[in-house]
């Protein structure tokens, strides 16, 4: 694990390249003119992971993980490389000598996304022949050929494959097989579906089946476009809210105000140990608003508990919802407030929407997203003036 010393000096080396560009030209095939650091993971017991985002002269940008190994950066990119081509992960034809790379002096390892020894099910992505198979396994019959593209990727957590066909098109989202998560997350997602028969205010995507043994779960492809919070769409996507709390469907996880309580008080530590000047000036009103939390005492609902405005799609005055992996039984509030908070940080207007509910505890849960963005953004290259917008924000909240 990196110490707070080598995290920070490598965060603060990205802006211009300098460092970073050769090894990045390696693995994507052309040098960047910058990166920038979209987002930090702290595994349990992996390297710190940056999401980075290399931008080219032509305009264009593509996404690089970078795992932070100041020590054993050598070793840590050799057993990755040995990994990726056994047998067994599937992803042989995917990988290439500069798909890992050590960047120089930087304790950095750096790797193209589609690339995962955790999620086996990466295979979809690199083999047309076992994807058409995989296909047909789930859905009775060859659709002929096919194409399959990355749409989202967490290291050593979750990805997201489209699979195309002339006629055909799904999503295919893939977790980790050692937990058997997947299975259960695609099990919670189908009582939900079912659970919708006949509700005509929210739409979720279609279930179609699992192929446990590389971790992949089968969906349908939700139609329509992102929401407008200044129309009529608002209306919709508060019906949407409604209709899923209205649900009963069995065997949900709780996540209760304590347990998001929890959540914050973890990032808080990594403020502490990483950004402690943040720490300093966000512990008063986080420190006031997670003894809130854990008082919070509305009756749990169904909640999908990550709810933003990309989450949403409307159509024909009907909104849907995607991703499920995190649906719950918890406050009411949090799904209101959470996704509040995200057009706040979009720069959107929440007024319209803040109308549509006289839920109690709105404002408590959309201060923790608040308080929870600014903790995660400040390990990313966002701009100070960005961060000080998000945590006045939550301190106003805080005191309601």
Not at 19 to 43: C, D
Not at 77 to 101: E, H, I, M, P, Y
Not at 240 to 245: K, T
Request: with cysteine; aromatic share 6%.
């Amino acid at each position: 694990m990196t110490t707070a010393a080598d995290l920070l000096t490598r965060t603060d080396r990205f802006g211009d390249a300098s460092e970073l560009g050769p090894a990045i030209a390696a693995v994507l095939g052309k040098k960047p003119f910058s990166v920038t650091i979209e987002r930090t993971h702290f595994p349990d017991s992996k390297p710190v992971q940056h999401v980075l985002r290399a931008k080219f002269a032509d305009g264009s940008s593509e996404m690089v993980f970078a795992e932070c190994c100041p020590v054993d950066a050598k070793i840590h990119a050799d057993r990755v490389r040995a990994s990726l081509t056994k047998r067994r992960n599937g992803q042989k034809a995917g990988f290439d000598s500069s798909a890992v790379v050590v960047a120089g002096t930087a304790g950095l390892v750096l790797r193209r996304p589609g690339l995962d020894e955790r999620l086996p099910g990466l295979r979809l992505l690199h083999d047309r022949v076992f994807a058409c198979r995989a296909v047909e396994t789930i859905l009775g019959h060859d659709f002929g050929p096919l194409v399959t593209e990355l749409v989202a990727h967490r290291l050593g957590k979750r990805a997201v494959l489209r699979i195309r066909g002339a006629k055909l098109d799904l999503f295919v989202r893939l977790r980790t097989i050692k937990s058997g998560d997947g299975d259960a997350r695609f099990n919670r997602h189908r009582a939900l579906w079912h659970s919708l028969s006949g509700q005509t205010d929210l739409r979720i995507p279609e279930p179609l089946g699992v192929l446990p043994e590389i971790g992949a779960s089968f969906f349908d492809v939700l139609p329509g476009e992102p929401p407008c919070f200044e129309g009529s769409d608002t209306g919709v996507v508060a019906r949407a809210i409604a209709a899923l709390q209205a649900l009963d469907p069995a065997g949900l996880p709780a996540h209760s105000g304590a347990d998001e309580a929890r959540i914050l008080f973890q990032w808080l530590g990594r403020c502490q140990d990483l950004r402690p000047e943040l720490a300093r000036r966000i512990t008063p009103g986080l420190t006031h608003l997670m003894a809130k939390l854990e008082q919070a005492a509305n009756p749990p609902r169904p909640c999908h508990r990550d709810l933003h405005e990309k989450q949403i799609l409307v159509s024909k005055g009907v909104a849907g919802f995607l991703d499920f992996d995190t649906l719950c039984l918890s406050d009411p509030a949090l799904d209101v407030g959470n996704l509040l908070a995200h057009l706040f940080l979009a720069g959107q207007d929440e007024a319209q929407l803040r109308a549509e509910f006289d839920t109690p505890g709105i404002s408590l849960w959309r201060g923790a997203a608040l308080y929870r963005l600014a903790m995660i953004y400040a390990f990313t290259m966002t701009a100070q003036a960005d961060l000080d917008r998000l945590i006045e924000e939550a301190d106003a909240n805080a005191g309601n």
